[in-house]
């Protein structure tokens, strides 16, 4: 790339072997051509494709910038005053984002803690079942929503069928307006329960045995030894948990997108759905990036409150 | 690239085996009923998490009128290839994998060969305004990917990149979090050993290759399964960037699949088939490497 006018030389490949004995000057001059030979191609791709991009999102956000306009005039801060007052598709998706975000997490950190500890107590085919709860975390979240849209349908789909069997009414369960964002809630913690729970495994065992024995020596009961000896020592690992999920659930489109399109009637129509649909939809560049730093905002502020409240919460 | 991956296979091993194996940790013997629970609540649970899986294969493996009967059928009744033979005929279905493969494969390669260089350069050398751009490469960690979306495309129209499978590759070869994962990695090995290797002789480029690459496996495994499966599922972006029916990779491939042939799930699951089968496939032989990767990465 543009790299090679700022250096000198660029140390590629095994360069030949010099004086054995060489003296520090001409080796620090060496080890300096080899930093900036090397850096400096990686960081011009890194600017051009990270620290631009970024530049660019604010320029755009404070410009009404449509592709297909000629001009784009600078607007201020419009498009973020905009987003909250007169798009109420906007509002919504927050909502419907938020909805997301606090049934899932918790259904997901619940559930995948659950799997932990049962693993972890269990002394037999631990890797076969961890295999089992894993795996959907391998595939695509496209192959998965996929795979979920036919046992949703209301007439073929084997949810109502099962749920007949029980005797149970079954429903549109994509189709209606009151169950879609739950629909692919199910899937999402379907798929992602597996990285957790490897994850939390892996806390656990990394919890000295001698603490239960101390607790057991101290009369404690398997409720008592899970609130004051687990949870503790898993802290770090829950709030890395806690927060990687509430950011991958803040963040989801795949899902929604494949299986209901926001649909219907916008009930699962989440924030970055919301934001392609404006940009590559209605091609409003401007407006969807100012409404992906509001997103961005909102993440930056819920991780740090859920670091802070986590941290001080447990600690001893 | 393989060369310090494969070499490193051995020496890793002893790694996982602690917290992979069950036995030597089995605390409580006591619950003989506790433990026949646990073991009926995890099989329900477990089969509740393959069912999908294996309603995607049934599916993919029924004819077209038995796939719309009410109530339908578990097993395939007259089980049959003729959905994967109408998708192999009637999709460039061999492009997409090809593409993927091809994309996925130089993504991986590239991210693991300027995350290890930039993270030996920073773990190991001085020079100024270092801490610097070390910083700045860091905090782009905390802006989501949604954020760069819309200006990375502009970039790219800019560059003349669109629709090219280019516009997957070069955005993603400089990884943020692989270049930090590495310095941390690399940060651990002895000054030492590189002072040594330079009293030999041996020029920089060489020092990095020969000396620090075959120290890093597991750390580069980890970010190459990473990497690997984040190229490889990766779905916005592609869905921005390509537009051709021939330049698309397996994930966009399949919802445009399904657009095509909204009605007939026996054909989307078999094409749905053909696109996780194979990685799971490729996650059972390496699934002590990739779990190791997750635990890794995921606790640092």
Not at chain 1, 8 to 24: E, L, M, Q
Not at chain 1, 64 to 73: F, T
Not at chain 1, 84 to 98: H, I, K, M, R
Not at chain 2, 219 to 243: E, H, K, M, Q, R
Request: with cysteine.
């Amino acid at each position: 790339m543009a790299a090679t006018t700022t250096t000198p030389t660029p140390a590629a490949g095994p360069s030949p072997a010099p004086t054995p004995t060489a003296n520090r000057l001409p080796g620090r001059r060496r080890q300096l051509a080899f930093v900036y030979g090397w850096l400096a191609p990686i960081l011009a791709l890194f600017a051009v494709f990270s620290l631009v991009p970024i530049i660019i999102a604010i320029w755009l956000s404070l410009h009404r910038y449509n592709q297909l306009a000629p001009v784009s005039p600078f607007i201020g801060l419009r498009n973020f005053t905009y987003a909250f007052t007169d798009d109420p598709a906007f509002l919504n998706s927050l909502a419907v984002t938020g909805k997301y975000a606090v049934v899932a997490v918790p259904l997901n950190i619940v559930l995948s803690l659950a799997v932990a500890l049962a693993l972890n107590h269990i002394t037999r085919l631990r890797a076969l079942f961890r295999t089992v709860f894993f795996l959907p975390a391998i595939a695509s979240a496209v192959a998965a929503s996929l795979v979920w849209v036919p046992i949703y349908d209301p007439q073929a789909g084997w949810l109502n069928a099962v749920l007949n069997l029980l005797g149970l009414s079954g429903r549109s369960w994509l189709g209606d307006p009151g169950t879609a964002l739950w629909s692919v809630m199910l899937t999402s913690v379907w798929q992602d329960l597996g990285f957790n729970v490897i994850v939390f495994l892996a806390g656990l065992q990394a919890i000295p045995l001698d603490f239960y024995d101390v607790a057991k020596v101290d009369g404690a009961g398997v409720v008592s030894r899970f609130r004051h000896v687990t949870l503790p020592l898993l802290q770090r690992t829950f709030v890395f948990v806690f927060c990687l999920t509430t950011i991958g659930y803040l963040q989801e489109f795949t899902r929604v997108q494949v299986m209901t399109a926001g649909g219907p009637l916008r009930s699962s129509e989440t924030v970055v759905l919301h934001i392609y649909q404006r940009a590559f939809g209605d091609f409003q560049l401007g407006y969807a990036t100012a409404m992906s730093l509001i997103l961005m905002l909102i993440i930056l502020v819920i991780a740090l409150v859920q670091m802070r409240i986590l941290r001080s919460r447990w600690e001893y | 690239m393989a060369s310090p991956l494969t070499s490193r296979v051995p020496a890793a091993a002893p790694t996982p085996a602690s917290t992979t194996s069950g036995d030597g940790r089995s605390r409580r013997r006591s619950g003989g009923v506790g433990q026949i629970v646990l073991y009926v609540v995890l099989s329900i649970a477990a089969i509740g998490f393959v069912a999908p899986f294996v309603l995607m294969v049934s599916n993919s493996l029924k004819t077209a009128q038995e796939i719309i009967q009410v109530p339908p059928s578990l097993l395939p009744e007259h089980p049959t290839f003729a959905n994967f033979a109408f998708v192999l005929q009637n999709s460039p279905y061999l492009v997409w994998y090809r593409n993927s493969l091809l994309v996925a494969v130089a993504v991986t390669a590239l991210t693991l060969f300027t995350s290890s260089i930039a993270g030996y350069i920073f773990a190991k050398f001085s020079f100024p305004g270092k801490n610097v751009v070390f910083v700045v490469l860091l905090s782009t960690m905390m802006i989501p990917a949604p954020v760069l979306l819309i200006p990375s495309y502009l970039v790219m129209n800019f560059l003349h990149l669109l629709n090219t499978l280019w516009a997957l590759v070069v955005g993603s070869i400089v990884s943020a979090f692989g270049i930090f994962l590495m310095r941390q990695f690399i940060s651990a090995i002895p000054d030492d050993l590189v002072d040594a290797a330079r009293l030999d002789g041996a020029g920089e480029f060489a020092i990095y290759w020969r000396v620090i690459l075959p120290l890093t496996g597991p750390a580069l495994a980890a970010l190459g399964i990473f990497t690997f499966l984040g190229s490889w599922n990766d779905y916005l972006w592609p869905l921005i960037v390509i537009n051709d029916q021939d330049k698309m990779v397996v994930p966009l491939a399949l919802t445009y699949f399904n657009s095509q042939h909204s009605q007939r799930s026996d054909l989307v699951m078999a094409a749905a088939t053909m696109a996780v089968v194979p990685v799971c496939v490729v996650f059972l032989f390496f699934q002590r490497r990739i779990v190791n990767a997750f635990v890794l990465t995921g606790i640092k």
